[in-house]
């Protein structure tokens, strides 16, 4: 039902976009996020409908039942809201595709009663917290100092050629994205290099070129 509501609004959209016949310049609806086709990731927890605008989808965004027990649980673990808003960030930007919109920070906010400007404070100062959408495989560079002097420079100028993206871009399959990071707390085992939720240590352009074959199969 909802994802038919959904649908009615961007067809009221997309009939005012073509009397216009620019849509560049319409200010988009609050819940409303541009995405590029390949960065999204359809789940079932995601109520996402795109339409024939082209290289747009919108999205919105609410918790799960079974997200919002979660929600709760970690709250109880905490004697403020504020503390629970790392784990409740993480939980949204599970759900929502690895990565947090503005709706699904909105949501986080919405559920600890505090304010959006408090919770994108947080989002934004980690780099756990992918604030664009990114591919299937996200990579992650350590180039902290113990990463960097045991090579991490080479591994990204090698990653980058390879790829041909550089730090924050997706590539054009929307299979990769490159984020050059801080310390990944695996300075032991530098350098270190994090895909998706999984660490890879000691790496050489070697070892990296191997997982990377591995990931295309
Ligand atoms: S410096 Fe790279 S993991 Fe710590």
Redo the contacts with the bound molecule.
């Keep these: 039902m909802r994802s038919k509501s959904i649908l009615q609004i961007l067809k009221i959209l997309d009939s005012s976009h073509k009397r216009d016949g620019n849509d560049s310049k319409r200010p988009l609806p609050e819940f409303c996020i541009y995405l590029k086709p390949y960065a999204f990731d359809l789940t079932p927890d995601l109520t996402l409908v795109t339409y024939n605008l082209p290289l747009i989808t919108y999205i919105m965004f609410s918790f799960t039942k079974e997200n919002l027990q979660r929600i709760e649980a970690e709250k109880k673990k905490y004697p403020t809201v504020e503390s629970a808003v790392m784990p409740v960030l993480w939980i949204a930007q599970e759900q929502n595709g690895n990565w947090l919109s503005e709706a699904a920070i909105k949501a986080t906010a919405d559920v600890l009663d505090l304010s959006p400007a408090h919770v994108i404070g947080v989002a934004s100062f980690y780099t756990m917290y992918n604030k664009q959408p990114v591919g299937k495989y996200h990579l992650q560079v350590?180039s902290?100092?113990?990463?960097s002097l045991l090579g991490?420079k080479k591994l990204i100028h090698h990653l980058e050629n390879k790829l041909a993206i550089t730090h924050g871009e997706t590539t054009q399959d929307g299979l990769y994205t490159f984020s050059e990071v801080e310390?990944?707390?695996?300075?032991g085992t530098?350098?270190?290099m994090q895909i998706n939720d999984d660490y890879h240590e000691n790496l050489t352009i070697e070892k990296m070129d191997e997982l990377l074959k591995g990931l295309e199969k």
């Design positions: 350590c902290n100092i113990s990463c991490a310390c990944l707390g695996s300075c530098a350098p270190a």
